[in-house]
T-cell receptor
Framework: QKEVEQDPGPLSVPEGAIVSLNCTYS??????FMWYRQYSRKGPELLMY????GNKEDGRFTAQVDKSSKYISLFIRDSQPSDSATYLCALRTGGYQKVTFGIGTKLQVIP | DADVTQTPRNRITKTGKRIMLECSQTKGHDRMYWYRQDPGLGLRLIYY???????NKGEISDGYSVSRQAQAKFSLSLESAIPNQTALYFC?????????????FGPGTRLLVL
């Protein structure tokens, strides 16, 4: 079983839709949860960073962590064509440990 | 100007050749990383360095070597390139002082080994 599972998609939605992106994980020691956005032919860029369980909101983006279910989500409200990208979840345990990345979900927002 | 730069951006080479990918950063971060990205496999860590004198293997270091020439420079070498090293390579940096270890990625190098 992989440490982090993420559906690669692709996921196509109409402009204005609410998008839900998800990852599940198996290692209960993960404490730090991140979402990166990667545009085509670019490096990943950090979108959201959360520590432990709960929600974090930043503009149209909401990150949600449910440690009891080992499930993390990224919600995008009022999706725009410019949100079309690959979204990678990334998880880390405490102290320095390597970051474990999901394989990424490719999102296309259709005008 | 980009904070994390990688050269070259694209490279085609032949099996058996030695090549070097270079990474420079102006962020003042102490930690640097090399990843490769393959379709269906995601990002995998090749090597990481916590400072100039500290180099560590990642999960897929075989066939690769690195050099941390200065705090701002971290290069990745393929000693004898093989076709299954064809991939997208990313350099990343992080600042241990923040406690968050957020990683900042360069634009990537697309490598094709024939």
């Amino acid at each position: 079983q992989k440490e982090v599972e993420q559906d690669p998609g692709p996921l196509s939605v109409p402009e204005g839709a609410i998008v839900s992106l998800n990852c599940t994980y198996s290692n209960s020691a993960f404490q730090y949860f991140m979402w990166y956005r990667q545009y085509s032919r670019k490096g990943p860029e950090l979108l959201m960073y959360t520590y432990s369980s709960g929600n974090k909101e930043d503009g149209r983006f909401t990150a949600q962590v449910d440690k009891s279910s080992k499930y993390i989500s990224l919600f995008i409200r009022d999706s725009q064509p410019s949100d079309s990208a690959t979204y990678l979840c990334a998880l880390r345990t405490g102290g320095y440990q390597k970051v474990t990345f999901g394989i990424g979900t490719k999102l296309q927002v259709i005008p | 100007d980009a904070d994390v730069t990688q050269t070259p951006r694209n490279r085609i080479t032949k099996t058996g050749k030695r090549i070097m990918l270079e990474c420079s950063q102006t962020k003042g971060h102490d930690r640097m990383y090399w990843y490769r990205q393959d379709p269906g496999l995601g990002l995998r860590l090749i090597y990481y360095s916590f400072d100039v004198k500290d180099i560590n293997k990642g999960e897929i270091s075989d066939g690769y070597s690195v050099s941390r020439q200065a705090q701002a420079k971290f290069s990745l070498s393929l000693e004898s390139a093989i076709p299954n090293q064809t991939a997208l390579y990313f350099c990343a940096t992080s600042d241990s002082r923040t406690g968050e270890e957020t990683q900042y990625f360069g634009p990537g190098t697309r490598l094709l080994v024939l």
